[in-house]
Every structure is written in C-alpha cells, then in structure tokens.
C-alpha cells in the first residue's frame, strides 16, 4: 500500500524555536515534495527534492530527504508567526501520481 | 512560474443539480491534469487522472458516472459534479503537469456547498 505519514499532526510552538516535522513514505521514490497550505486556500510549492541526500533551504525553512531510509524531513528555525499553517509532504510515487501525507498543522505563537 | 487557473472560486447549489468545474493552465502546456477533493482538516485525495484527449482515469471509489472529467485541450480539464448531494461538499483542487514531468502546479481550488 502506497503510504506517506508525517508527524506531528499538529504542532504548536513559540516564536523564536526551532523544530522538525518528519516524513516517512513507503516507496522507493526519489522524489518527494513539501507543500504550504494557509487556511481555506489552494498549495503553494515549498521544495522538490528530487536525489537522495538533497537539501533545500528558503529562509526559516530547510527540507532534506534520505531516500534509503524513505524520510524526509522539514526543518524550521527561530519560528515566527507567519509561518503558521499547514505543511504536507508528498511522494510521487512509481504511480507516477502524488500521494500526500496527513499533513502537520503548524501554530505558532508568541 | 506556471500558473493554474480555476474557476469559480466557490460555488453553492441545491442537492441534485450538476455543478461545471474548470481547470485552465494559463502559460503552459498540460499535457496531464489531476483532480483532487479536500474535506476540512483532511489531506487532499486524488479523485482522477486525464490526460488531454483521452479518458480519465479514476481512484478506487471514485464514481467516473458521478464526477464526469473531460480534457478536451493541453490548457483546459473540466470536472462537473452531477446530482449533487451535501455529501459532495468538499474544496476541489485541480493541478496540471507539463512536459517537465516532475513538477505539478495547483489552482486556487473550487469550495462546493451542496445545499
């Protein structure tokens, strides 16, 4: 069975903090992607990691992926408000479609 | 970047009544299309596949006498939802990839009330 799981499901944390969501799929898929989702809107594209061992950083957030160990994992550092939603990771699986994970809700608060 | 467009943005309608759903990619060509259903506090689920010009192919328990998918061009897939029930309320997402082959690019996403 074609499986993502992340975790936490839920995640509240202070300003300032920093601290990593995981991934675990279950395909042998070399591609595995992050997504943002604020609340009642579509996603926005975050990183595609695309090779075991890739890293990707955009400002407080950093993703990286261990394909032998079939995780990914979300990095965020010194956390601010903004960066409050909700964040899917997502494997394109031998399917050659994306199966999504359940998703992390992040709160973050002063 | 690339950009996909979607249209309406919501829509509300009385229980029976077909709702049309378009999925236009408005700077590129898409040679395939999905469409996803998200329920609140839920992940998105993918519901079909089109490719343009051929049927779509549709997920385990996803009725294709229900949700009707035509891609009739490499910039536009429509989704229509016949007879609708409250059941069918949901956020539809659409995506579209091109040529590249590993990158899909989202639209804004349909919210549906069945009423």
């Known amino acids: 069975e074609l499986k993502v799981e992340q975790n936490p499901l839920f995640l509240s944390m202070q300003e300032g903090k920093n601290y990593t969501i995981y991934c675990n799929y279950s395909?042998?898929?070399?591609?595995l992607y992050w997504y943002r989702q604020d609340p009642g809107k579509s996603l926005e594209s975050l990183f595609v990691?695309?090779?075991?061992?890739a890293v990707k950083q955009e400002g407080r957030l950093m993703a990286s992926l261990d394909t032998k160990a079939r995780l990914s994992t979300l990095h965020i550092t010194a956390a601010v408000h903004d960066l409050s939603a909700t964040y899917f990771c997502?494997?394109?699986?031998?399917?050659?479609?994306?199966?999504f994970g359940t998703g992390t809700r992040l709160q973050v608060f002063p | 970047g690339a950009v996909v467009s979607q249209h309406p943005s919501w829509v509300i309608c009385k229980s029976g009544t077909s709702v049309k759903i378009e999925c236009r990619s408005l700077?590129?060509?898409?040679?395939?299309m999905f469409w996803y259903r998200q329920f609140p506090k839920q992940s998105l689920m993918l519901m079909a596949t089109?490719?343009?010009?051929?049927?779509?192919?549709?997920e385990q328990g996803v009725e294709k006498d229900k949700f009707l998918i035509n891609h009739a061009s490499l910039t536009l897939s429509t989704l229509t939802v016949t007879s609708a029930h409250p059941e069918d309320s949901s956020f539809y997402i659409c995506?579209?990839?091109?040529?590249?082959?590993?990158?899909?690019?989202f639209g804004p996403g349909t919210r549906l009330t069945v009423t």
């Open positions: 995506s579209a990839r091109g040529d590249s082959g590993y990158e899909q690019y």
């Open positions: 395909t042998t898929s070399d591609r």
């Open positions: 990691l695309l090779s075991n061992g």
């Open positions: 997502a494997d394109l699986a031998y399917t050659d479609k994306l199966i």
């Open positions: 700077d590129f060509q898409a040679t395939t």
């Open positions: 089109s490719n343009e010009g051929s049927k779509a192919t549709y």
